[in-house]
T-cell receptor, first 113, second 112 residues
Framework: DTAVSQTPKYLVTQMGNDKSIKCEQNLGHDTMYWYKQDSKKFLKIMFSYNNKELIINETVPNRFSPKSPDKAHLNLHINSLELGDSAVYFC????????????FGQGTRLTVV | KQEVTQIPAALSVPEGENLVLNCSFTDSAIYNLQWFRQDPGKGLTSLLLIQSSQREQTSGRLNASLDKSSGRSTLYIAASQPGDSATYLCAVYGQAGTALIFGKGTTLSVSS
């Protein structure tokens, strides 16, 4: 049973399109995150939700909009995709306390052509 | 602003060697530190979590230490194996309501 699962694993799309990435966790965690790993493999936080409430919203273009329908799901919708959006996007989850271990999904490799 | 640095960026060792990966962070006010492993094209696998009140954690051949006052952590891998080849990432959790801040990783290659 996969703890944090993302779909799709690969996404190839044209510039200007709108796409969504879905994330689900079955760990009973109340905090979920989206991270972006750039071409240099550096991981950077984008968003964080705690109990469906947006906690962190880093400097990310407003073309990116997270949505959390419930504590177990955090989706990422991207409008008007640009070449620079090509990256690997990781979903993660943890219990709300800062003392707990974070678990990551397998990533979604987005390629914008 | 918290920054995490990992040295070296890459490391190649023969099988069987013991090795140490280094991680440093600029703000010692952290709640925990987590080490991850990332295989090419894969997600992150959590290896060890050290809470701020702890000095070290062990899991099998892995031992991670934490010195908050000096802003340093080390990951010790004993008797390395080719299967240990991966990128190792260090991340710290700082202020409450924030998220893990990552270093750029150390890419380890263990040759047989």
């Amino acid at each position: 049973d996969t703890a944090v699962s993302q779909t799709p694993k690969y996404l190839v799309t044209q510039m200007g399109n709108d796409k969504s990435i879905k994330c689900e966790q079955n760990l009973g965690h109340d905090t979920m995150y989206w991270y972006k790993q750039d071409s240099k493999k550096f991981l950077k936080i984008m968003f964080s939700y705690n109990n469906k409430e947006l906690i962190i919203n880093e400097t990310v273009p407003n073309r990116f909009s997270p949505k959390s329908p419930d504590k177990a799901h955090l989706n990422l919708h991207i409008n008007s995709l640009e070449l620079g959006d090509s990256a690997v996007y990781f979903c993660a989850s943890a219990m709300g306390s800062q003392y707990t271990e974070a678990f990551f999904g397998q990533g979604t490799r987005l390629t914008v052509v | 602003k918290q920054e995490v640095t990992q040295i070296p960026a890459a490391l190649s060792v023969p099988e069987g060697e013991n090795l140490v990966l280094n991680c440093s962070f600029t703000d010692s006010a952290i709640y925990n530190l987590q080490w991850f492993r990332q295989d090419p094209g894969k997600g992150l696998t959590s290896l060890l979590l050290i809470q701020s009140s702890q000095r070290e954690q062990t899991s099998g051949r892995l031992n991670a230490s934490l010195d908050k006052s000096s802003g340093r952590s080390t990951l010790y891998i004993a008797a390395s194996q080719p299967g240990d080849s991966a990128t190792y990432l260090c991340a710290v959790y700082g202020q409450a309501g924030t998220a893990l801040i990552f270093g750029k990783g150390t890419t380890l290659s263990v040759s047989s």
